[in-house]
């Protein structure tokens, strides 16, 4: 029996596990659900073990690390796989046509929060491992999994403190990461670049109080109002961002890269009904996938001020807040673009609101090398798994990890996208493809045996 | 026994009684607490039946309206007193340092929602009546109560229909409403004027569901930051609305009405204190006062987009919208103006988003003539009760149903605030000072005597 038989064989139970490790609402921005991820962790260690992988959580201040590995020999290359176990919230819950912690399959989508963002991608690498190890008896590599419980919160100092710390334990040739997506439905692609992040949240201060706005209104600065004059001040009329030296560091995109983009397949008026737009939004003069691959962005995620329940409430509210998060591209420091929006926004703030800014944190942009053997092993993988080969993109999302592997081992990121980007993740209906986890699985079988391959060639 | 005797000797019982009618939560912007203001009615009603007026209750397509009367004959004057018993929403519930609906006596003042805004200040009058009766055995005029439910949500077409169709059952000579305040603490005042009102309310929407902002972010228009740009072109620097025709209609200050305003004790350091900002807000050339009685303003009340809960959700959200009052003055027209917004939000909305208004009704401004005989036996009534003569000013809220005796009753409304600017109505810790409640009483004691003195007179 080859690997790939025993996937044929298993795909129903494979499924059925999938859905037990969907079914955590693991999510990790809410401190209620703290028991959720820990629990769900606690699964995901038992199922390494099961695998016959070696296994155990790290505890952070947060949720656990789940670690596990699987030696066969130094003179073999090592592939470290990284991804995450926790989820985006799934709220507005309403907009959901299920659940989201009750997963089904519809019309060949598994309907899950999680399912494609990033339990289902990562699961296909547990798949890919099991599938090999059953048929073979051992694996052409040495294998560690990495799966942390706070990527959606923007892993925070506890990841890069545990790679800091687990350095030797966590050596190996090459990261592999899957919480990207394929280019577009059935054309897999290989991620050479991740855009970075910044996130902030402000607040604006007016009265002590919420004042009557019929008694006070016309002599009170209304936080409201002031918060999203300051925010419309943010880009000007052609989405250029207004933040005084925020372009300063920003690297233009190479003349080869751009090529690479012009070259895939685009038609704008599919991509606006896809999203339901009548017109796009952006710098003039950069395409599409310049405007999301490789150039910065700023975007309140959230805002909210006042009353906000059903009928109204005539007040002029004490307080508004935003939450902002600005994507990098490389060479632009987190922490220094944070400052420059906060030195900006206390400079435009009227002097009847008091301005406050909090700095999340943030993580730079991720470049992977073009040049070294690695993407081809990834190629050939995809190749294999999806009967097709892939195309060469970038994506505008963040994956702060990649930085901490470059930084604290040295070691560059391979970005297997099995995902789409209309999977909804980050919203409700989140879905994964029935067919991508299956091909998902496929590659990631393929994927050790290529790794060994180009490594000793 | 005279009638402030027996106000003097029922003091506890008044008291224990103004608190049963506060702990109904008779919140009309929230359809869940609709059995309670059926509750607070019936319990109205009855408390009228209790005092020996006749009384009823209207239904109307929302909350009931209570009416009562009691008729000493057609050679007498009658007074049409109008008040509200339902309330602004508790929110934010954390701030309150006692639960809304839970009255407590607390350093010389009633905590509750509805303490001031407009219970406790109705319950006097209902007081006063009784006080007379009691002591009496019958009234100096004729006096009708029109109690309704649905003030706080702008008082809809409900009550205007009611009016129109009880036309012949509510003919008086003069409306009686407290539901304003005193020009400053142990400063009494006669208020002759208020402003209008237009409510609207404004949703962008985005792409057909919250989108990944690193995926997506740069390529499409998010409707937060968008609705924030345009709601930051509805004033320039100065405070000027930039609405195109916003002014047009707009009654100036006469030079009798700035110098009575010119007249009143203020100080803005005071002002600015009492609630807590640094800096004031507004056009400039205006004062204060003039700034929140004769001159118009657009504030949004409460605003709302993308994810508001703990920690961070990187999303361009789908859709952002607001909840926006104008305050109006003499000769401005609500549907007209919010015709107008509406033109100027469509007329900037980039073609990246969708921009819909929804029109929620409004009032025009209330004039009360000051040359006629009422304004005198208002003077003359808060003078007895307070202890002290009143000043004459006016009031940036709106009290959309004067207009409504004006047009259906050809009525004019005398407004007599016991309350305070500090009362916290429509937020956290509403209060009302007992002392006021029983100044409030005993005004409300004196002016049907006084009624019945200038119309004799």
């Not at 008896?137 to 959606?152: A, M, R, S, Y």
Request: hydrophobic letters at 35%; aromatic letters at 10%; proline letters at 7%.
């Amino acid at each position: 029996m080859t690997p790939l038989e025993y996937l044929q064989q298993t795909q129903a139970k494979r499924m059925e596990e999938l859905f037990e490790f969907l079914r955590f609402p693991s999510v990790s921005a809410k401190s209620e659900h703290k028991a959720d991820l820990q629990r769900c962790a606690e699964w995901l260690r038992k199922h390494f073990q099961d695998l016959g992988l070696s296994s155990s959580l790290f505890p952070t201040s947060g949720n656990p690390i789940v670690y596990a590995e699987y030696l066969v020999g130094p003179q073999r290359p090592t592939i470290l796989y990284y991804g995450h176990y926790d989820v985006q919230p799934p709220e507005p819950l309403e907009l959901w046509a299920s659940p989201p912690f009750e997963p089904v399959v519809r019309d060949g989508c598994i309907y899950a929060r999680g399912s494609s963002d990033d339990k289902g991608q990562t699961f296909t690498h547990l798949k890919g491992i099991e599938a090999i190890l059953k048929a073979e008896g051992t694996l052409p590599v040495n294998v560690k999994f990495l799966i942390e419980g706070q990527e959606e919160g923007g892993s925070p100092e506890d990841l890069s403190r545990f790679i800091q710390k687990e350095k030797k334990r966590l050596q190996a040739d090459i990261v592999v990461v899957s919480d990207t997506s394929q280019f577009s439905k059935d054309l897999p692609a290989v991620t050479f670049g991740l855009r970075g992040i910044a996130s902030v949240e402000i607040f604006a201060y007016g009265p002590n109080r919420d004042l009557h706005s019929g008694t006070f209104g016309g002599a009170i600065g209304n936080p409201v109002n002031l918060l999203c004059e300051m925010i419309g001040r943010l880009h000007d009329k052609n989405g250029r961002i207004l933040v005084p030296g925020f372009y300063q560091d920003c690297r233009l995109p190479g003349k080869w890269e751009r090529e690479q983009f012009r070259r895939l397949p685009y038609r704008e008026a599919n991509y606006r009904k896809e999203l339901g737009v009548t017109a796009l939004y952006g710098e003039k003069s950069y395409s599409t996938f310049e405007r999301t691959w490789v150039r910065p962005t700023l975007d309140v995620n959230g805002i909210q001020g006042g009353y906000q329940g059903e009928g109204g409430k005539t007040i002029i509210p004490s307080r508004a807040s935003a939450k902002i998060t600005m994507r990098l591209v490389p060479d632009m420091k987190p922490a220094d673009i944070a400052g420059k929006l906060e030195k900006y926004l206390k400079k435009i703030a009227p002097p009847c609101i008091r301005l406050e800014m909090v700095y999340h944190g943030g993580a730079e942009a991720v470049v992977v090398p073009t040049d070294g053997p690695w993407l081809e092993a990834a190629r050939c993988a995809i190749r294999k798994g999806f009967g097709k080969a892939p195309v060469f993109m970038k994506e505008g999302g963040s994956i702060p990890v990649a930085n901490n592997f470059k930084s604290s081992l040295g070691l560059d990121t391979l970005f297997l996208g099995f995902g789409l980007n209309s999977d909804n993740i980050h919203s409700p209906n989140e879905h994964f493809r029935v067919v991508d986890f299956e091909r998902g699985c496929r590659t990631a079988v393929a994927l050790p045996y290529e790794i060994a391959r180009v490594k000793a060639g």
